[in-house]
């Protein structure tokens, strides 16, 4: 541990209070406001999962699988994408989701924090966004259809993005700050224009049927997923339209 009066590792020549003691501990503040968030979501998301195990919709996984993949091939990054669509976007004929029901077959025994969380994440979409701005502690990435900017403090998912660059992503707010719960899928300037004019035009297809292209995402999610996958599965990220 350095003393606050020794020399500033970073070499400036300055006494480490005088430097980087501060910036340091910001940091730290940060990244330990990140791990509880995390923690908070990964007991309610644990929660969501036994219950999906015993709910109506995993009779008819197979169907949900062939539906979501687009390669037969395993991949665990593609397994843990299917996991979140599973939960929280695919929909029954009875147009809900399984954290939905959830939600309305816990109500009586979720404490206030768990339903705060759970309504979060119940909001939540997977999107494709840009990254407007990245510091040491925060990045700030704007949504490409609806413009709408979130700052992201998770410091471990964002070390290899920079600004500029376009990402797939799924960004929820737990108790004030925002984390990313799916893998967070960089997309190269070749394919982001494809990925954004397939989806328009889809949208045009279809916007009689809905308000607002987010509301069609959210939708049909899986039009997005598809695209992460595509990109996962080839390591030149190229984009098969």
Do not use: H, W
């Not at 340091?24 to 791990?35: D, M, S, V, Y």
């Not at 600004?163 to 108790?175: D, F, L, M, T, Y």
């Amino acid at each position: 541990m350095i003393g606050r009066n020794e020399l500033c590792p970073c070499g400036s020549g300055k006494k480490y209070k005088k430097c980087c003691l501060q910036k340091n501990q910001l940091r730290e503040f940060t990244r330990n406001k990140t791990l509880y968030a995390k923690g908070l979501y990964k007991n309610v998301e644990n929660k969501i999962y036994e219950y999906a195990k015993s709910s109506s919709f995993q009779k008819n996984e197979e169907e949900f699988i062939k539906k979501f993949n687009v390669s037969k091939e395993s991949n665990p990054m593609i397994d843990k994408l299917y996991n979140t669509y599973f939960i929280y976007d695919y929909r029954n004929d009875k147009n809900n989701t399984i954290i939905k029901m959830f939600m309305e077959d816990n109500k009586l025994t979720l404490n206030n924090s768990q339903k705060n969380i759970l309504s979060s994440l119940n909001k939540s979409n997977i999107s494709i966004f840009k990254i407007e701005d990245k510091t040491s502690i925060k990045m700030t990435i704007r949504d490409y259809f609806n413009d709408n900017k979130i700052v992201i403090e998770d410091m471990d998912v964002f070390k290899n993005l920079e600004a500029g660059e376009s990402i797939i992503a799924r960004p929820v707010n737990i108790q004030g700050m925002n984390i990313l719960i799916d893998e967070c899928i960089k997309v190269s300037d070749e394919n982001i224009s494809v990925i954004l004019n397939n989806i328009q035009q889809l949208y045009k297809d279809n916007n009689k049927k809905f308000k607002s292209i987010k509301e069609f995402l959210r939708y049909n999610s899986v039009l997005i997923y598809k695209f992460a996958q595509q990109i996962i599965l080839n390591d030149e990220s190229y984009i098969v339209t």
